[in-house]
């Protein structure tokens, strides 16, 4: 059981705009510790797409967006593209007795 | 630029030692904290730990706390990730990734290695 929580799967059709939600606490995400947000193929290493809650590296189109607000966070993706199936991890860190840096379960997006 | 590669897939029986690396280039290894990722077949990712090179500050997720050790040496510019004793249940990829953003509590994971199987099985 991740300390985020993310649902495990979400689908879109071609165009379309999805979210993928990432839920905690107030001993991470709540307490006001950034969010970011990981791409992963499978067979692949993770990829970072957002850091810092909303700020996309250069290279990732402006399709990605991410917004964090209380104790979640969420990753839109507009126009969404066959190329964007993969799977998406957010990531935070948690101040409770568990002190680390923590990543949700992943969600799985499947373009339809 | 900034490159981790990691030491190649690892065949182990349970009860053996393993001791994986990570070499970074292209930046001031010393500098950056540097993580240990687990990922499971089929599973999500599950973060182990970390050190700072510089003065091997190191930091243990609960959940792999006394599971593994990790260590570096900066005049190579090489993290380790070791075990004393293998499991079946540590048969995962691992990961190493270099965090940024200061320190590590709202750091973020911009380059990350290409993975180092590791299959135990007797």
């Known amino acids: 059981q991740s300390v985020l929580t993310q649902p495990p799967s979400v689908s879109g059709a071609p165009g379309q705009r999805v979210t993928i939600s990432c839920t905690g606490s107030?001993?991470?995400?709540?307490?006001?510790?950034?969010v970011h947000w990981y791409q992963q193929f499978p067979g692949a290493a993770p990829k970072l797409l957002i850091y810092g809650n909303s700020d996309r590296p250069s290279g990732v189109p402006d399709r990605f967006s991410a917004s964090k607000s209380g104790t979640s966070a969420s990753l839109a993706i507009t126009g969404l593209q066959a190329e964007d199936e993969a799977d998406y991890f957010c990531?935070?860190?948690?101040?409770?007795?568990?002190?680390?840096?923590?990543f949700g379960g992943g969600t799985k997006l499947t373009v339809l | 630029e900034v490159q981790l590669v990691q030491s190649g897939p690892e065949v182990k029986k349970p009860g053996e030692s393993l001791k994986i690396s990570c070499k970074g280039s292209g930046y001031s290894f010393a500098s950056y904290w540097i993580a240990w990722v687990r990922q499971m077949p089929g599973k999500g990712l599950e973060w182990m730990g970390i050190?700072?090179?510089?003065?091997?500050?190191?930091r243990y997720s609960p959940s792999f706390q006394g599971q593994v050790t990790i260590s570096a040496d900066k005049s190579i510019s090489t993290a380790y990730l070791q075990w004393s004793s293998l499991r079946a249940s540590d048969s995962a990829m691992y990961y190493c990734?270099?965090?940024?953003?200061?320190?590590?509590?709202?750091?973020?994971?911009?380059?990350w290695g290409q993975g180092t199987l590791v299959t135990v099985s007797s």
């Open positions: 990531q935070s860190f948690d101040s409770s007795l568990s002190v680390s840096v923590i």
């Open positions: 107030s001993s991470n995400i709540g307490a006001g510790y950034h």
């Open positions: 990734a270099k965090h940024v953003g200061g320190g590590y509590t709202n750091s973020w994971v911009p380059y």
């Open positions: 050190i700072y090179p510089g003065d091997s500050d190191t």
